[in-house]
């Protein structure tokens, strides 16, 4: 007998694909943005895949497990979307820039809104799309969350044009292939050893904080006939929970495949959207954003109409993927926070990460694990800036209760 | 044989990294006060179900961890003998 949660997954499944094949008669490319989508929110939820607790527990425990997953994946995108790129603008050196890359304005804005979030992230306990894959998992304090940021991107869409006209408009957007002659080879070449430069601080820092891991053995299965064998291969793939290297990775891949559709991963576009409609339906729409029509990144699409867009695809196609992957893992519980304090902390933390991923035009997803590879300096300092805000988030949570 | 006594600790409901950082505190203290006493966790958390055998692991405690229902564990933790408090 099929236990309940498989049943609820199964017909989840396939309600999403139907939804993906109706979607496409709209826009063709919508289904497999949605399907795409789905698989982003399997792999977080099936790896456990949260940017929030690479930071954090870089401070909190002098770990780095989940920071190598996410360098892995870093490396894998930074490679595909390089040649994308390339195909898009063979020619970097004559000011042109790849239309959708997220190739984001580097300055102060970066700063401010970098450690806004990683001190946001690290109170709510998630970032944003770590929060909504555990939304999908049942956990009441990620709704909130999420809420919170919804609710800070609105608060920072009513002041985006001052920053605009302060700020941002003075800085400037850097795209390593135009810069100096470095072509894509040698922007590439960059990064990649930007990667594994921090590949090897982080373990210099486990190794800094006396962090061993103790071998706890296996678990001993008999995989010998045929049913055994697959018996194995579900388990690995639904039940356990995947390493942060192969979650990495598959996220990485995943993210080529969203922006040779047609956009690089990104989530807080949409959840933008949803707050200038909120706004509106209380009539306090905020201002024409000045300046985000040249920039790609997680801006822009809040003009775009109707419910079912591109953003939309790509960033609640995560819920039913992490849904599903919970439900086969039994992983689904609805989890309600005892401590009144929880609610308060999720809450601040995302309005913390709406106001600063506004601020940043990403968060991330957007602004980190999509601008690196897109060959922008600006994902490096707003990693910088996160790990800056991240560690004070430690040092608040420590001595919350 | 003395009768372990046994610290427990109920934290379902909540989320990663609380448990992890209850627990390893708890630990913390009761290095400080005698041999180490046995603490037995109850979670909901598959992040900090996983993490906290770990932890526990480096400040010298072995891990039990028993599945108490869907998502839902118990990890028994005991000190090692012979570990230096």
């Known amino acids: 007998m099929m236990p309940p949660q498989y049943v609820v997954a199964v017909l989840v499944l396939i309600g999403s694909l139907v939804m993906a094949y109706l979607m496409s008669k709209t826009d063709p490319v919508l289904g497999p943005l949605w399907i795409l989508g789905m698989g982003a929110g399997f792999t977080l939820q099936r790896s456990r895949f949260c940017f929030a607790s690479a930071f954090r527990d870089l401070f909190l425990f002098g770990s780095a497990r989940t920071m190598k997953g996410i360098l892995v994946g870093l490396s894998v995108a930074t490679a595909g979307f390089t040649l994308l790129m390339f195909s ?17 304005p580097v300055g102060i804005s970066t700063v401010v809104g ?14 944003v799309s770590g929060s909504l894959y555990r939304m999908a998992e049942g ?18 869409s009513q002041t985006w044009n001052w920053w605009w006209n302060n700020v941002i408009s003075n800085e400037p957007r850097i795209w390593l292939p135009g810069e100096l002659g470095l072509g ?7 990064t990649i050893a930007g990667l594994v430069g921090a590949f090897f601080l982080v373990t210099w820092w486990e190794a800094r904080s006396g962090l061993s891991m103790p071998d706890l053995g296996g678990e001993d299965e008999p995989n010998e006939t045929f049913n055994e064998k697959l018996s194995t291969i579900w388990k690995r793939v639904f039940v356990r929970g995947w390493s942060a290297p192969i979650g990495g ?46 920039i790609g990144g997680c801006a822009g699409r809040s003009t ?34 005892k401590s009144p304090t929880r609610y308060f902390q999720s809450l601040g933390g995302g309005v913390l990460m709406g106001y600063g991923s506004g601020l940043a035009i990403g968060c991330t997803v957007g602004a980190f694990f999509s601008s690196i590879p897109s060959l922008s300096v600006s994902g490096w300092l707003f990693a910088v800036a996160i790990a800056g805000g991240a560690a004070v988030g430690v040092q608040v949570i420590k001595r919350i209760p | 044989m003395t009768d372990l006594k046994r610290l427990e600790m109920d934290l379902r409901g909540e989320e990663c990294p609380v448990p992890t950082i209850k627990t390893i505190n708890v630990i913390k203290q009761s290095g400080r006060n005698e041999a180490g006493e046995t603490v037995g966790v109850r979670l909901d958390d598959a992040v900090c179900a ?35 408090s």
Not at chain 1, 91 to 97: H, L, M, N, R, S
Not at chain 1, 184 to 190: D, H, N, P, Q, S
């Open chain 1, 249 to 294: 990775a598959a996220l990485g891949g995943i993210g080529v495949l969203m922006y040779m559709t047609h956009m690089p991963f990104g989530v807080t576009g949409e959840l933008m959207r949803f707050s200038s409609l909120g706004m509106e339906t209380l009539n306090v729409a905020p201002p024409e954003p000045l300046g985000l029509s040249n």
């Open chain 2, 50 to 84: 996983s993490d906290i055998p770990y932890r526990a692991g480096t400040l010298g405690y072995s891990s039990k961890t028993i599945k108490t229902g869907d998502s839902e564990w118990e990890i028994i933790l005991t000190p090692n003998t012979g570990r230096k």
């Open chain 1, 184 to 190: 894509y080879a040698g922007a590439a070449a960059l």
């Open chain 1, 139 to 156: 956990y009441v304090a990620s709704w909130v969350s999420i809420a919170g940021v919804v609710i800070g991107l609105g608060i920072m």
């Open chain 1, 114 to 127: 970098g450690s806004m979030f990683g001190l946001g992230m690290v109170l709510a306990g998630g970032c």
């Open chain 1, 304 to 337: 775009e109409s109707g419910l079912f867009g591109h953003t939309f695809a790509i960033t609640v196609g995560l819920l039913p993927g992490a849904f599903i992957g919970a439900l086969f893992a039994r992983e689904f519980k609805i989890r309600i926070p």
């Open chain 1, 88 to 104: 898009e603008i063979p020619f970097p050196q004559f000011d042109a820039t790849p239309a959708e890359a997220h190739i984001l």
